[in-house]
């Protein structure tokens, strides 16, 4: 390969990159870390997650509690430890939704809700209430 066909090749891949960036950002989910502000979807974005703080060491979850199937689906949830050696430390339980067709024909708005508890003591769980809005 010479230097021309070098160029070209490194010049078609950045050109595929710049390309494809738009799309890649209309994929990624957007992040939200505070129940106490909305979570706007669209079409062009419609992934979302939800960041909250837990600590599995000490027998609590964040359990799905309410949701409206026709207008949102959760599609994963993970723990994500904090990073750090000591013994009994937190992280946070991520959740990722996504917007379906239904939510975001028309702008409407719809919660999730959350509860922060023991399974063998439900009743002194902490519930959190997030509303989640689509825009045209």
Same mark, same amino acid.
């Given at each position: 390969?010479? @230097? /021309?066909?070098?160029?070209?090749?490194?010049?078609?891949?950045?050109?595929?990159?710049?390309?494809?960036? !738009?799309?890649?950002?209309?994929?990624?989910?957007?992040?939200?870390? &505070? !129940? #106490?502000? !909305?979570?706007?979807?669209?079409?062009?974005? /419609?992934?979302?997650?939800?960041?909250? !703080?837990?600590?599995?060491?000490?027998?609590?979850? *964040?359990?799905?509690?309410?949701?409206? /199937?026709?207008?949102?689906? =959760?599609?994963?949830?993970?723990?994500?430890?904090? &990073?750090?050696?000591?013994?009994?430390?937190?992280?946070? @339980?991520? $959740?990722?939704?996504?917007?379906? #067709?239904?939510?975001?024909?028309?702008?409407?708005?719809?919660?999730?809700?959350?509860?922060?508890?023991? =399974? $063998?003591? *439900?009743?002194?769980?902490?519930?959190?209430?997030?509303?989640?809005?689509?825009?045209?």
């Amino acid at each position: 390969m010479n @230097a /021309s066909q070098g160029f070209k090749s490194i010049l078609l891949l950045l050109s595929i990159i710049i390309i494809m960036c !738009p799309f890649n950002g209309a994929l990624a989910a957007q992040h939200y870390a &505070d !129940p #106490s502000k !909305p979570i706007f979807v669209s079409r062009r974005q /419609s992934r979302f997650t939800i960041r909250l !703080p837990a600590n599995r060491t000490t027998g609590y979850a *964040w359990y799905l509690v309410e949701y409206n /199937s026709v207008l949102i689906k =959760p599609l994963k949830y993970r723990y994500k430890k904090l &990073d750090t050696k000591r013994i009994g430390s937190g992280g946070y @339980a991520i $959740w990722t939704f996504t917007g379906l #067709s239904n939510f975001l024909k028309v702008p409407q708005m719809t919660l999730v809700k959350l509860v922060y508890a023991q =399974p $063998w003591n *439900w009743q002194q769980g902490k519930q959190v209430t997030l509303q989640i809005f689509s825009q045209r």
